[in-house]
Structures are given as C-alpha cells and as structure tokens.
C-alpha cells in the first residue's frame, strides 16, 4: 500500500537519522545512536485489540478469498512471487514483522534486540515461541534457515540468497571462497541468542528480516528435500498451518494454537481458492462465496473495475503501491542482444492509452523502474529522481529499429514470441501490445500464455524473447528493485551482465551516506533503462480490490502485500 507523502516523508527521516547516528538502524523508532557504548532494546510490538465499541465477531471466523496461482512452493528458500508471500505471510514469522500502518519493523520472534555502536552487530533476543508441533522456536533454527539459503549446492539454488549478502560472508560462502559455514555473520549464542554480523551498516536490515527468505524452518526439513510439498511436513512457526492442500483447487490454513501471539488471532480459517479467471472470482465475490477480491491474491476482470467501483463503493478500494510492470528481454539471444532493437520497442507504446483503454486501473505511466512510495535520502526516491529516461517517439523508435536491425544485418525483425503467465489481464496487455507493435513497426508478435509454475522456470532458464513480469518491494529502499539486475542475480531473468552496474550496487550497499547512495542508485537506473534497456517499463501499479464491509483488520503495507494474521469477520 503506498503511505501518504506525510508518512513516507516520516520514514525517510528515520532511515536518515538511524543512518547519520548509528550507521544502521532501518526500520525502527528506537535505534543504537551510536554515541553510547550501551545497546538500545527495541520496544514492544503493539498486537491486534479486535472488536471495538458494538462490534460484534462472526462465529464462524472462516475467511473466503481466492489465489489466481497456486504457489510454486512454500519453501522460504525458494519462493520468490506474491503467492506464495501472501500464504507464507500467514504460517511463518520471522524475527521481525512489517508493521502495515508504520511502515517499520516491530518484533517479531524477537521479542528484542541490541544493536553496536558500530551498527554491524545485531543481538536479537527470542521470545518464548513454538513450532506448530511444540517444539520450541530457538536460535539454531534461524542459523539453519539461513545456512540453506545461501547453500550453494542446494538445488535449485535460492534465487533470493543474495538478500542475505548483507551478512558478515555470506556471498563469499556462497560464490564457494570459503566453505566454513561458521565464517558467516550468524550464529546461535544459545536457544534464545541470535548474533548477526553484517559487512557494512545497513539502514533498512530490520525491516529485512521480516521477509520471508529470512524466515526460520524447523529440524525436521534436515534430510528431507520434499519437506515443503505436503501438509503434513510442514512444521511452522506463525500464525497458521497448512491443514488442506487439494493441488491445483484449494488451500487452508487453520490458526495455530502454539503461535505466540495466538490471543491476537482471531480467524480460525482461510480457504484459498485456487482459480485463475477474474470473471469468476469476481462473481464468486457477488454470490457472497468470497469475502475479499482482487490484488494482490486475486483479480478483478479490468473492464469491470470502473463498474464495480461505482456499484459497490463501500467495498471498493484502490491503492497505489510500490510495484512495478513491466517486460523484459532476453538479452542474450538474438536479435534482442541489440539495445537499439530494445529500445525501438519500449518507445513504441502508448502507455497511457494501455491504461485508459486496457487495464482501467488508475495505474501510473513508468518511464523508469522504481516506482514512487520508496523512500529516498530526503522523501521518496522518485521524487528526487525523475523517470524521463525514454520518452514515446514512434517515429524514433522506427529509426532505432532500422539502425538495429542493419547492425544484425537484418531487414526486417522476425516473428517475435511474448510470453506471459495465465492471467485474463495480462494477456489484454500483451494483445494490445502486440497490436502497438504491429501498427508502430510492421512486427509480428506471437503470444504465448503459460501456467505460473512453467512461466517462472520458463523466465529463469531464458527460454524466451520477451517476457511479462512484475516486480514489488520487499523492503523501502531503492535497493529492492536494482539489486536485481547483477551479474548471475537470482532474480535476473534477463541475463544482463554488466561489471559497471554490479560494482555501482556493491557500492551502494557499502554506503551509509543516504545522498551519494541515491546518486549511484539513480545511475545504476539510467544504465538498465536509458543507456541498456534491458527492461520496457509499462506503469506503477495500483491495488485494486474488494473488501465486504464485515471484514476487518486486513492490511496492506507499502508494496501492496497483504497480512490476514490479524483479520476477523463482525456478524453479517
């Protein structure tokens, strides 16, 4: 959920002071000012009061909502999209949680934490937590979590381990220049005592660690690879536990009495249906057999958004998010090698008429990749830094395409194949695209729509020419959506390598000066839009969804992912 200016302003300002003073501190209040030798301990996390004034529970505390993708897996260590975050979110926590309406970090399964003068070492303090099956939650099963992630000889890898480059080795251990596990910055003092050492200050590690990379897993996952594929494997540690899996129907979830904080837990259930229509989920809404629908979890069909918004304006919302969508390039198979070929596409579309005519959403036209709502050295990022990096130009465009094409020594661009995951909005963006193209530059697209599952192992192998893709933040810096685009990155699905651009981001990881941080940020931007292309930029996206007036309590944090944890449905 993108926050109001006045809020995103305020957590700026507490990324600037926990910087300037402590060279750290992120997403807290309360940070090590550095000037004193003593730790400062975070504060309690707030919890969920419930009903308030005359407001009275549902007793029946099951909450319908619907998933447009079955998640690929739902093991931390390698999940990486919105469906899997939206149910890891309810059967993991991590040692902090996002708190939705700060926009900060607040504890989680640590109950507190120390930070050095130096703002590299971290003492997190556990709480008195258990697994799902009783079994205490314990430092160890951080240090395993972690240890599994940044294994290089898992397989397949974990595409989010460089988010865990931040640690004191870690990316030495995974690139495989040392291979003593114990060199990297974390380890168990004992069952309650989680020291973290970082390699530089980082402003934003707190909020972090409440992403789901970062999540703990349980002793049993040792010698069993599959562990995260049944339900009755799954040994958790948040609010909820996986107790029905029908593949490629339906998931519920049922509170998990031996979460710590299970008094704040109102819900009993959530069953996810598992369909990918919008036309149906938004009907299913109607009937009363969905209690919320649309982004991020599910879809409400785009010609029918304006008609909802004014028939149910009470239960209509919309929201804008730091999130982004966009295509990219297969830069490493021809003719797509080209950044002119890249370029002529990208200047080629009309981004508002997309908006206006196909998606209907309020969404932002994207000149650039970071969206606003992400918070720069003195307000949000964007702000300072403007996307005017490319700019509509048809004629140009055919101009680019005829140097490129000649460069490839080529007359004409080949049939080319876009390709993008089952969805009814995607593939009207990719049509109209495709026609955007045609009428623009006489080139012939082929679309092609592929299962989730497929898509994804599809885009990370580069077997395709152009893909659809999304990116949100999963923390607010700059840093979540251009730490991507490095050299063998887990996310880049674009096969870009560029030595310049990685050393422009270590760099910027390294720094605690927020101003010369943005600056490297901003050119690491105009290198992967301006100067290579590697991605075209459609529009920020908003949130559009609907909540029956009887739900409560379901938030929304600034990328536009959904907490149900502390939902709960009043009589109706």
């Known amino acids: 959920m993108k926050k109001s200016k006045s809020l995103l302003l305020m957590f700026a300002l507490v990324l600037v ?3 300037v003073l402590a060279g750290c501190g992120g997403n807290k209040n309360n940070t090590n000012s550095g000037t004193n030798a003593a730790a400062t301990t975070a504060p309690e996390g707030s919890t969920n009061t419930g009903t308030t004034g005359d407001e009275k529970l549902a007793a029946d505390q099951t909450l319908r909502v619907n998933l447009t993708a079955e998640p690929p897996t739902f093991n931390p260590a390698q999940a990486q999209d919105s469906q899997a975050n939206t149910v890891l979110k309810t059967m993991y926590e991590g040692l902090t949680r996002m708190n939705d309406e700060t926009g900060q970090a607040e504890p989680g399964i640590a109950e507190k934490w120390d930070v050095s003068a130096d703002g590299l070492v971290y003492t997190f ?7 799902s099956n009783g079994d205490p939650v314990e430092a160890a099963d951080f240090v395993r979590a972690w240890k599994i992630v940044l294994d290089p000889n898992t397989d397949p890898t974990a595409p989010y381990a460089y988010q865990l480059y931040y ?3 870690a990316e030495e251990y995974y690139g495989k220049k040392i291979t003593d596990f114990s060199q990297v910055g974390v380890k168990a003092v004992d069952a309650k005592t989680l ?10 590690f707190l909020g972090l660690l409440s992403f789901y990379t970062y999540y703990p897993v349980h002793k049993s996952v040792e010698g069993n690879a599959k562990w995260a594929t049944s339900k009755d494997t799954m040994i ?12 490629g129907q339906s998931l519920q979830v049922s509170k998990n009495d031996k979460y710590w904080d299970a008094a704040s837990i109102k819900l009993a259930k959530i069953d996810f249906s598992l369909v990918n229509s919008g036309a149906t989920e938004l009907l299913s809404y109607k009937n009363g057999e969905l209690d919320r629908a649309g982004a991020p979890h599910g879809e409400i069909p785009q010609e029918q958004i304006p008609i909802v918004q004014k028939e149910l304006p009470n239960e209509f919302q919309r929201k804008g998010i730091a999130s982004t969508y966009y295509y990219e390039f297969n830069v490493t198979e021809k003719p797509f090698d080209n950044v002119k070929i890249r370029k002529a596409l990208a200047m080629s579309i009309n981004r508002q008429a997309l908006i206006d005519n196909v998606t209907l959403g309020g969404q932002i036209p994207a000149f650039g990749y970071v969206p606003p709502g992400i918070a720069g050295a003195d307000g949000e990022f964007r702000n300072a830094v403007k996307d ?3 700019k509509e130009d048809i004629e140009g465009a055919k101009a680019l395409l005829k140097e490129g094409l000649a460069e490839e020594g080529l007359t004409a661009l080949p049939p080319v194949e876009l390709s993008y995951n089952t969805s009814e909005g995607h593939k009207k963006v990719a049509l109209a695209v495709a026609d955007m193209w045609k009428k623009a530059l006489d080139i012939t697209v082929n679309t092609v729509n592929q299962e989730w599952a497929v898509f994804i192992d599809n885009r990370q192998n580069l077997n395709y020419q152009i893909a659809r893709a999304g990116w949100t933040a999963d923390y607010n810096d700059p840093m979540t959506f251009l730490d991507m685009w490095v050299t063998g990155g887990g996310n880049n699905d674009t096969g870009y390598a560029n030595p310049e651009y990685d050393k422009l981001i270590q760099e910027a990881k390294t720094s605690s000066d927020l101003a010369a941080r943005q600056e490297m940020f901003a050119k690491a931007e105009k290198m992967i839009i301006q100067d290579d292309m590697i991605l075209i930029p459609f529009y920020y996206y908003t949130n559009n969804s609907l909540t029956k007036e009887y739900l409560k309590g379901v938030t929304l944090d600034f990328s536009g992912a959904i907490d149900f944890t502390r939902g709960y ?3 109706h």
């Open 236 to 247: 958790t540690n948040g609010a909820f536990t996986l107790t029905e899996w029908t593949t």
């Open 195 to 204: 020291e973290v050492t970082l390699k530089a200050p980082t402003p934003y």
């Open 125 to 131: 303090h556990l709480r008195d937590a258990q697994w």
């Open 17 to 19: 002071i926990g910087t």
């Open 167 to 169: 640690l004191k080795n």
């Open 388 to 390: 005017d990096y490319f």
């Open 569 to 571: 449905l009043l009589e």
